[in-house]
């Protein structure tokens, strides 16, 4: 069952030609009669049975409407999204990989530990650079902790938002998102949001409906969808909703937004379904009075979810170029204390025996020797290891933190038509706010608002002329 979740697309069904699927959707309970059963046999997959990506394969699902207790046993991904990188029992683990997935940290922990051997510290044992490395570590852990927990309350409104649910007295009721479930019949009004990916059934617009779905692909700009032709004619009025039972037969969950095949079956009726019928989760409802729909893909099996990435930690231009110049601070610190070390043993090989208060053994063998050499570099490292600029580590993760929550407080940055005000949900690429490095555009209106502004008309000898608000007359 896990493989056939992973499918794409047509080439990756082609490899999987000669192996065996089955499907089964069951647990129905003890008292589930055998034509009740959502199963499907095991098939061997072969050329016979891939067609064309077009038409529907074994790899498919079934889903059952109006009929609630059974519908209820089936069992599906829940509505309810998460988008946060951390929880609390991951949240130390991830963390502390994070930091020292950087160059930085790695450096500072291993000269921490050097620091413990007691014959080439100079700390006497004691791990001195552990406190700010801890300052710092401590530091990015808060900030990381603070923006986690903005994504956690973003998902906690979207789960707690209200969608209008069919319920078996035929009556709709408010529902959270997370308790909507496949197979389940909503409305959804005008300017709302769809809480899953649904199935058009019906609109008040003849069973015609345009939703904007600048959320998912960036376009202001209304795409059409229409219901088809028999559920048009079925769904004439809210009552007929209470007797409609049937089921649909689908694809399994795929990333292909303007791509959907499926067959609805109600009585001996069997309707066709395509993309014209899907509308999807994030996207709103425009122009419309309400629609009705069934839900087929639910939380993390929807298509725009199945595009979203996790969470990944971001680093921008300049702090990519902080952590190379660190490198390079690196190299030079270490050839200093080749350097020095290599000095000093030149210098003790030429006084070996004038300065007596460094206890030095003219006759040592060469592995002391060595660890003589060993010694002088450690304590030379350790010695200059603040030419590496540990405190700028520091200071960028507070500056961001700063930065992040003036925009926040900057009324220049508020929404005048929601007076929403700015929220980043990541602080670490403040400085890069503003700054583009190619415009990709395929037509005018990815660049503008789509908006006509009258500036003048001219009828017969009149001619009008709008300044602002104010409409002037000019001779």
Not at 252 to 266: D, M, R, V
Request: net charge positive.
């Amino acid at each position: 069952m896990e493989e056939f979740n992973e499918i794409r697309d047509y080439e990756q069904l082609r490899r999987l030609e000669g192996r065996k699927s089955s499907i089964e959707l069951k647990p129905l309970g003890p008292a589930a009669k055998d034509e009740d059963k959502v199963t499907f046999n095991e098939e061997l997959i072969t050329n016979e049975s891939i067609h064309k990506p077009s038409e529907l394969t074994p790899i498919t699902r079934k889903a059952l409407f109006g009929s609630f207790k059974l519908r209820r046993e089936l069992k599906f991904a829940t509505n309810e999204i998460s988008t946060a990188k951390y929880t609390l029992v991951t949240f130390l683990p991830l963390s502390l990989f994070e930091e020292f997935s950087k160059v930085t940290n790695i450096y500072f922990l291993v000269l921490a530990m050097l620091q413990m051997v007691p014959s080439i510290s100079i700390t006497g044992a004691k791990p001195m650079i552990l406190m700010p490395l801890s300052v710092i570590i401590l530091v990015s852990m808060v900030k990381n902790f603070i923006e986690d927990r903005k994504r956690q309350k973003s998902d906690s409104y979207e789960n707690n938002s209200k969608a209008l649910v069919l319920q078996p007295e035929g009556t709709f009721a408010a529902k959270e998102w997370k308790e909507v479930h496949v197979g389940d019949i909503v409305k959804v009004e005008r300017d709302r949001q769809f809480p899953a990916d649904l199935v058009l059934l019906s609109s008040s617009n003849k069973g015609i409906c345009y939703v904007e779905t600048k959320n998912l692909d960036g376009e202001t700009n209304l795409k059409y969808k229409k219901a088809a032709k028999e559920t048009i004619q079925l769904i004439k009025e809210e009552s007929d909703l209470k007797s409609l039972r049937g089921e649909i037969l689908y694809e399994l969950p795929n990333p292909l937004l303007y791509s959907f095949e499926g067959t609805l079956h109600i009585g001996n009726s069997i309707i066709s379904l395509n993309a014209e019928q899907l509308l999807l989760r994030g996207s709103l409802l425009k122009n419309t009075s309400w629609v009705y729909g069934i839900v087929v893909y639910t939380g993390a099996e929807t298509k725009v979810q199945l595009n979203s990435s996790k969470a990944k930690p971001k680093r921008s231009i300049i702090e990519k170029s902080t952590y190379s110049q660190i490198i390079k601070i690196f190299v030079i610190q270490f050839f200093i204390g080749i350097t020095c070390s290599g000095l000093g043993l030149l210098w003790l090989a030429i006084n070996p025996a004038k300065k007596t208060y460094l206890e030095i053994n003219p006759s040592a063998n060469a592995d002391c020797q060595a660890w003589l050499s060993i010694k002088l570099f450690a304590s030379w490292i350790f010695m200059i290891v603040q030419i590496v600029p540990l405190s700028l580590l520091v200071t960028l993760e507070v500056v961001r933190y700063m930065q992040a929550m003036r925009i926040g407080w900057d009324g220049a940055m508020t929404s005048r038509r929601t007076q929403e005000a700015a929220s980043v949900q990541t602080s670490s690429l403040n400085e890069e706010l503003g700054m583009v490095n190619c415009v990709l555009s395929d037509k005018t209106g990815t660049l503008t608002c789509n908006v006509m502004t009258l500036r003048k008309v001219a009828v017969g000898r009149l001619r009008l002329g709008v300044v602002g608000c104010l409409l002037y007359t000019s001779d």
